[in-house]
């Protein structure tokens, strides 16, 4: 076990490093003109990552934090996705013909809210203007009470290979203070609909630190989750932030474990899932030890870690972020906004962040921390040259990281003891030169 950390180190505001820089210092210099730009610059041999984002939901989840509406009309849908293809059409353009996609991602909201039809539509666009390679990864995160045996058809014969399938608890108590009620009978049919379509690869995402969740509640969930076999787990933090998300002003903050009590759940479903035989991966997420994941080093984006080694990740529909060699580019948050957007021009980009060379290093730092949970110097210098040394003051000053267990000292760097690792993220901030740049609003350290 670590050193019991300070109460300052449990609470601190520390930013989730799904990309450096995080999304919070984007800003409206990086536009249609210079996402346009950095898109026509792709060579065309460049391995291209998709993810398509589907912003509605049947109903509202009061934890969640993600850019989604719910609907429960179809025309909000279909207008969607006439601009969504008119988007893909104008990026197939910017780019050239039909270049190789390598990774392929669905994320939301609920991608499960279309149709059978309109999931055979929108996937059979993407392969008319893209050629996605046989051994791509085509993921897609759903909603079980939205779910049906032909939804899972439709997924598997559009060619998904791996589906995302969202939990968070079993518990009666957990799921009424955020507004979830799904049973462990309703999410095991949807799994047995999946498999019985022919799609094997599955993950399950579970969230600890929500009201009313306790370490018996939570291993519960653990154990009901297990039962159903996935390939993958993710255990995220609960990120409680009412102050921006308005509609977490409903949940009851009285019912919140405290930081400590979130250490011991995050501690907890380690041993779980440990034992259990799961490779552990980064902070949050553990795989079956023949998963793909937890046999080749993991990367990091904004689904979270993945396989995804493509040259260049395009974010496509609402709110969607695309990563470039050159930045980061995102598109408009709000549907009606996006979709003038695209009526205007074909694109939707609203903000971004270019990167420099500093930029590009500290993010390479952060996401082998954030992976791998190791500094190297030699690996950085290997990489970077001669600009790796500007980092070394950084990692002569951790005294105090070392002296608390956060981090041990090696004779190439450190790394951070896997007790550590619920850690990792303040680690991180060490070698964020952006954090201090914006009054931004943070989660809690674990």
């Known amino acids: 076990m670590i050193r ?234 609960y990120a409680h932030l009412p102050q921006r998300i308005r509609h977490q002003r409903l949940i009851p903050e009285a019912a919140l474990p405290g930081f400590e009590a979130r250490l011991r759940l995050a501690e907890l479903a380690t041993r779980r899932l440990v034992d259990a035989g799961y490779v552990r991966i980064g902070l949050d997420h553990f795989a079956q030890p023949d998963d793909p994941l937890a046999q080749a080093p993991a990367q990091r984006n904004f689904q979270g870690y993945t396989t995804d080694r493509a040259d260049a990740l395009i974010g496509l529909g609402a709110s969607a972020i695309s990563r470039f060699p050159q930045g980061y580019a995102q598109n408009a948050t709000g549907v009606a906004d996006y979709r003038a957007r695209i009526a205007a021009g074909g694109r939707a980009t609203a903000r971004g962040v270019a990167l420099s060379d500093d930029d590009r290093l500290r993010a390479h730092v952060i996401e082998r921390l954030m992976c791998d949970l190791t500094y190297s110097d030699a690996g950085l210098r290997r990489r970077f040259g001669d600009r790796a040394r500007s980092l070394a003051g950084i990692v002569a000053d951790m005294d105090d990281l070392e002296a608390e267990g956060l981090i041990e000292r090696t004779d190439d760097g450190f790394r951070i003891p896997e007790a550590a690792a619920p850690f990792v993220r303040t680690v991180c901030t060490r070698f964020d030169a952006w954090l201090a740049r914006a009054d931004a609003i943070h989660a809690p350290a674990v």
């Open 4 to 237: 019991v950390p300070s109460p300052d180190r449990l609470r601190a505001p520390t930013p989730r490093y799904t990309s450096y820089p995080t999304a919070v210092h984007f800003s409206s210099a990086v536009g249609p003109d210079e996402s346009g730009a950095w898109i026509a610059a792709l060579p065309e041999t460049a391995a291209l990552s998709l993810y398509v984002h589907i912003p509605f939901c049947g109903a509202l989840c009061w934890y969640c934090g993600c850019a989604t509406t719910v609907v429960n009309t179809p025309g909000p849908i279909a207008g969607y996705l006439e601009a969504l293809e008119a988007e893909i059409g104008a990026v197939a353009d910017r780019l050239g013909p039909r270049r190789r996609v390598t990774h392929l991602h669905w994320g939301g909201g609920s991608p499960n809210s279309l149709q059978p039809d309109q999931i055979l539509g929108l996937a059979g666009g993407l392969r008319d203007r893209f050629t996605l390679d046989p051994e791509a990864e085509f993921a897609v995160e759903i909603d079980p009470r939205f779910m049906d045996a032909a939804r899972a058809e439709a997924l598997a014969r559009a060619g998904v290979n791996r589906v995302s399938i969202g939990v968070q608890d079993f518990s009666p108590e957990v799921q009424a203070a955020i507004n979830r009620r799904q049973s462990f009978e309703t999410t095991r049919a949807v799994v047995e609909d999946l498999r019985r379509a022919g799609i094997g690869a599955l993950n399950i995402d579970l969230v600890y630190g929500l009201p009313h969740q306790t370490e018996a509640r939570l291993a519960d969930t653990l154990d009901q989750a297990l039962a159903l076999r996935p390939d993958r787990l993710a255990v995220f933090g």
